[in-house]
């Protein structure tokens, strides 16, 4: 039941490397914190910020996270990120799993030379206005059995599916406008239920992450395939 309130801060220097434990330069488990104004850099961990539990709460609000490994990782609870910037990463700018309840909007990822954003189901994901370029992929990441419901919506960014399950009794919706693309050598199976809301004015499209001409260049190739 802590409660953390950062404003105005640079957090730079903090964190450690335990043999194979990463301790990162602020962690969250089970309280609330809300970070604002405030710049995170130059971590001796892999990690920036760090939650867990159902219990912790996380508001970042214009704020940095420069570096690192990964930058921001949410493994349960709720995290509310915006207007905020994250980059040059080298493995993930976000990371979320773990049934975490993520609101993401108006925030920039760029040259992250990994993952911009990885989303490993089950989660509850909203989110609007983003931006991610310099990344690899350009694009929200879903790995893993999709085991609840799950709602996506457009907002210009596609989401970029290796080889996954639809469980038993599952639903995967992609609504008006979702771009779906897959990993090459990749597939999707249905083993309950995927359902394409697409309108003609906003159609749903499933295509190769190799597609540049639907989503943009996800895979950040150039021309060098289609």
């Not at 809301?197 to 749903?204: L, Y």
């Amino acid at each position: 039941g802590s409660v953390g309130n950062i404003n105005h801060a640079v957090i730079e220097y903090g964190g450690q490397f335990r043999g194979v434990v990463d301790v990162a330069q602020m962690e969250n488990f089970g309280g609330s914190i809300s970070i604002r104004d405030s710049v995170f850099r130059f971590p001796f961990s892999n990690y920036h910020f760090f939650q867990s539990f159902t219990s912790a709460s996380s508001t970042v609000f214009s704020s940095e996270f420069s570096g690192g490994g990964q930058a921001i990782v949410a493994k349960g609870g709720s995290i509310d990120i915006q207007s905020s910037n994250v980059h040059d990463s080298t493995e993930r700018g976000l990371s979320v799993s773990g049934g975490t309840v993520v609101n993401l909007v108006g925030t920039d990822f760029t040259a992250n030379t990994g993952v911009a954003v990885y989303i490993q189901p089950p989660i509850m994901f909203t989110h609007s206005g983003n931006h991610i370029s310099g990344s690899s992929p350009n694009g929200f990441v879903i790995h893993g059995t999709i085991n609840s419901d799950m709602n996506l919506t457009d907002e210009g960014i596609p989401y970029v599916f290796s080889s996954h399950l639809i469980d038993f009794g599952k639903t995967l919706t992609l609504g008006p406008g979702v771009v779906m693309k897959i990993f090459p050598n990749s597939l999707i199976q249905v083993a309950g239920t995927l359902i394409t809301q697409g309108a003609s004015d906003h159609p749903v499209f499933i295509t190769s992450l190799n597609n540049d001409f639907v989503g943009g260049d996800s895979n950040g190739d150039g021309g060098t395939t289609i």
